[in-house]
Nanobody, 124 residues
């Protein structure tokens, strides 16, 4: 089990960029896959990106491919989401999550630990 805390959200104009960070507290960070999810008002939480335990394998939702990049620094117990070319439809609360496995996966039910979320708002 790990504890997670997101940061880096804010207000940005369409076409702009943001980098989200998620700091983890536990020794097990380097042993588990990490994911980013988001939830917009009135919508279900959806998958954004995931990375395996070593950082070498990544997967993305079709809606963010080519614009977002997930990465991790295990020495710093931190996972990142670099977002570029932001669109108004990217507006949501973004959550990082840890899976009880080293293999990346897209479904939120497979993640056992979640951060509190950080708000990203993209204006047109």
């Amino acid at each position: 089990q790990v504890q997670l805390a997101e940061s880096g959200g804010g207000l940005v104009q369409a076409g702009g960029s943001l980098r989200l960070s998620c700091a983890a507290s536990g020794r097990t960070f380097s042993s588990v896959a990490m994911g980013w999810f988001r939830q917009a008002p009135g919508k279900e939480r959806e998958f954004v990106a995931t990375v395996n335990k070593s950082g070498g394998v990544t997967y993305y939702a079709d809606s963010v491919k080519g614009r977002f990049t997930i990465s991790r620094d295990n020495a710093k117990n931190t996972v990142y989401l670099q977002m570029t070319g932001l669109k108004p439809e990217d507006t949501a609360v973004y959550y990082c999550a840890a899976r009880n496995s080293g293999t990346p996966y897209a479904q939120p039910f497979s993640y056992h630990a979640w951060g509190q979320g950080t708000q990203v708002t993209v204006s047109s």
